[in-house]
């Protein structure tokens, strides 16, 4: 199996579609027909044309071309042929990010053009890119369908990236689309906008003689070491290499 997907030979089929009726509660499946093939087929045909056009744009490819490095038990999708992170999306999920990720660095344009200042534009773009990453986590073709609760979960289920073998694709128009992402990252936003502005006292010490009385702390919090068993740095990528391609010219 993992031969034929390397050499190419294996490929995905559109088997199912799952609509929502906003007036009924669960879901609604039906076989695919026809016309949802041709759909697709469209925007396969169009994607080679905008990531052409934003190619000579930007003068250089809008989809990711990094390589994913094979990690046995971690990052385990090498093996079957998918070896940079553009690969971790299907030609319609490539054009959703790439329009998208035109989209964020057009609106910094967009905002310097209307007077706004720098600082504020590159701000608001930077959250922008933020729920972008976020659509990008649940938009890829590692994502699964949650049966039981008939909903869309994301890449990381857990810190890997181990091959999946039916996965779904989200409407970013939709309710669970963009505007999701967008109510998530305003909900943080305005819950960190509430916490104290009184700085961190950060020392170095010995746990076994810390510097301090008994009874001085309420609470103490920590994080054992993993080592190499969650590589944090390598997991980051996946929204990193996007990260370049909306704001990279601002940082």
């Given at each position: 199996?993992r031969?034929?997907?390397?050499?190419?030979r294996a490929?995905q089929?559109m088997?199912?579609?799952?609509?929502?009726?906003?007036e009924?509660q669960g879901?609604?499946?039906?076989?695919?027909?026809?016309k949802?093939l041709?759909?697709?087929?469209?925007a396969e045909?169009y994607?080679e044309?905008k990531?052409?056009?934003?190619r000579?744009?930007?003068?250089f490819?809008?989809?990711?071309g990094?390589e994913?490095p094979?990690?046995?038990?971690t990052?385990?999708v090498?093996?079957?042929g998918?070896?940079?992170?553009?690969?971790?999306?299907?030609p319609?999920?490539?054009?959703?990010l790439?329009?998208?990720?035109?989209k964020?660095?057009?609106?910094?344009?967009l905002?310097?053009?209307?007077?706004y200042k720098e600082?504020y534009?590159?701000?608001?773009v930077?959250y922008l890119a933020i729920?972008?990453?976020?659509?990008a986590?649940k938009?890829?073709?590692?994502v699964?369908?949650?049966?039981v609760?008939e909903k869309?979960?994301?890449?990381f289920?857990?810190?890997?990236?181990p091959?999946?073998?039916?996965?779904v694709e989200?409407?970013p128009?939709t309710?669970?689309?963009w505007?999701?992402?967008l109510?998530?990252?305003?909900?943080?936003?305005?819950?960190?906008?509430?916490t104290?502005?009184?700085p961190?006292t950060v020392?170095?010490v010995?746990?076994?003689s810390l510097p301090?009385?008994?009874?001085f702390?309420?609470?103490?919090?920590?994080?054992?070491?993993?080592?190499n068993?969650?590589?944090?740095?390598?997991?980051?990528?996946?929204?990193?290499v996007?990260l370049?391609?909306t704001?990279?010219d601002?940082?």
């Open positions: 199996v031969k034929a997907f390397q050499e190419g490929g089929r088997v199912a579609v799952v609509l929502h009726h906003p009924r879901k609604i499946y039906r076989l695919v027909t026809a949802d041709e759909v697709f087929r469209e045909r994607l044309q990531r052409q056009e934003l000579d744009k930007w003068d490819d809008p989809v990711p990094e994913i094979l990690m046995s038990g990052f385990n090498p093996l079957y998918m070896n940079t992170w553009g690969d971790l999306f299907n319609r999920q490539k054009l959703v790439i329009v998208f990720a035109e964020v660095r057009q609106a910094h344009e905002m310097l053009a209307e007077g600082e534009a590159r701000a608001v930077t729920i972008f990453d976020r659509l986590d938009n890829a073709n590692l699964v369908y949650n049966v609760g869309i979960e994301h890449v289920g857990r810190q890997a990236l091959m999946v073998w039916d996965y989200v409407n128009f309710g669970i689309g505007p999701n992402m109510e998530w990252v305003a909900r943080i936003i305005d819950h960190c906008s509430q104290t502005d009184s961190a020392t170095q010995s746990a076994v301090y009385p008994d009874n702390f309420d609470a103490v919090v920590t994080d054992p070491p993993y080592y068993a969650v590589p944090y740095a390598d997991l980051s990528d996946f929204f990193y996007w370049k391609r704001v990279g601002l940082y």
